[in-house]
């Protein structure tokens, strides 16, 4: 507790007590506020850097390379996710040739656990066991490696993977940003090794016509 | 006889060299902290998983509000005597035909996002109130006539060589205009961009595939 000790005043011609120690302050109270503040802009200023997520792009087509044939891809191995408004997840397995009919069929999912991630899993799950045994492996400390080992390892198993889904990832009109962002982020999650945003084409565009609402 | 000693105080610590310490360690943190200035709309950005974080300088970042605006901010540079801004404003400048003061363009630099018209910038560069200054700001036109962000991303990039991307959008933004955003970048050929996110973790486990289909 603040002990405020008063100098005593001397009387005149009175007794002049011994002169006492002057006012003292217990300064705990004040250190304590300060050891607060500091630690408040200590944590404040390390969390404002705000956190991104890195998405890199493929060169856009110069109009020459159309020609170039594009190397084949297993049609059953593709997958093809179209985002629309609401939240909307579609999807369809293979490619939408019309010149091929029928055409696949939408299928109508969401962003939530049991939605898009359970069809992502089902297909990856060879890739991403092995990256989710390797997570663990460090974390355990079965294996002791540094950050930068971790990325570049895991790069490397995303590009051997042989057997994984390619995810096209198609936007209508009406899709909001945090559609695309949720998406790309269960790429992350989910540790798909190729994934491509592209542009929506006209059969697919009628294709969402018929879809299921 | 032996007196009788009065009783022994509990000693009081003198604590003001433990407060001068801490003032002096607080007055350097607050030095060192830099404030982040106001930003002309208010962005609530998507969530994701990823810890990354933007690199600090050497960024410029293309800012997209709800209703589709845009807004546009890039730093001096790590070391600040390289005066990115003063003279990518030169550089608009000589663009459009605009002669800025000396004046104009030293207050330019010190300043950080804005998202107006070119045609705009001299005024807002003298308005003094800050309800008028922000008025002003009706977001940097992107149409193909006039498509004003181009400039300015083509322009920052050639004063600054290697400066990195940041994009941040609303979450309720269009898609269709972040894709016109990107599609401008790439363009200028750049294929690396960084969406700002708040961090929310998602936790997942071998548990959650679902069993294979017989």
Known sequence: MAEIIQEEKGKKGGKR???KHGTRIDMTPMVDLMCLLITFFMLTTAFSKAKVMVITMPDKEDTKDK?????????????????????KVYYYIG???????????LIKTNFSKDGIR????????????????????RVT???????TTLDNEIKRMKKDDKKGPIVLIKADDKAKYKDI??????MAICNIASYAIVDINSVEKDMLKNAPK | MPKIKPPVRTPHIDMTPMVDLFSVLLIFLLLTASFRPQEAAVITT??????????????MTIFISKDGKVFFNIDNGRDTSTHFRSKLLEKIGEQYKIKFTKVEIAKFGTMSSFGLPIKDLKTWLNTKETKDKDKLQTGIPMDSTDNQLAWWVREARLTNVGAEVAIKGDADTDYKIVKKVMDL?????????????NLQKQEISVKDIPAAAK
Not at chain 1, 72 to 77: E, G, L, T, V
Not at chain 1, 122 to 136: G, H, P
Not at chain 1, 141 to 147: M, P, Q, R
Not at chain 2, 189 to 197: I, Q, Y
């Open chain 1, 141 to 147: 400390g079965k294996i002791v490696v540094s950050d």
């Open chain 1, 95 to 105: 490619m939408a040739d019309p010149k091929k009919p029928p055409l696949p069929m």
């Open chain 2, 185 to 197: 970048l790439q363009d200028n050929k750049v294929n690396k961009f960084n969406l700002v996110t």
């Open chain 1, 67 to 87: 020609d170039i044939d594009k190397p084949q891809i297993a049609a059953f191995r593709t997958l093809n996710i179209i985002l629309s408004e609401g939240d």
């Open chain 1, 118 to 137: 359970k069809i992502l899993l089902d297909k990856n799950r060879d890739l991403f066991t092995k990256i989710a045994e390797y997570r663990d492996k």
């Open chain 1, 17 to 19: 007590k011994a002169k």
């Open chain 1, 181 to 186: 962002v949720n998406i790309i982020d269960e």
């Open chain 2, 46 to 59: 998507p969530q994701s998983v990823s810890e990354k974080t933007a690199p600090d300088a050497d960024l």
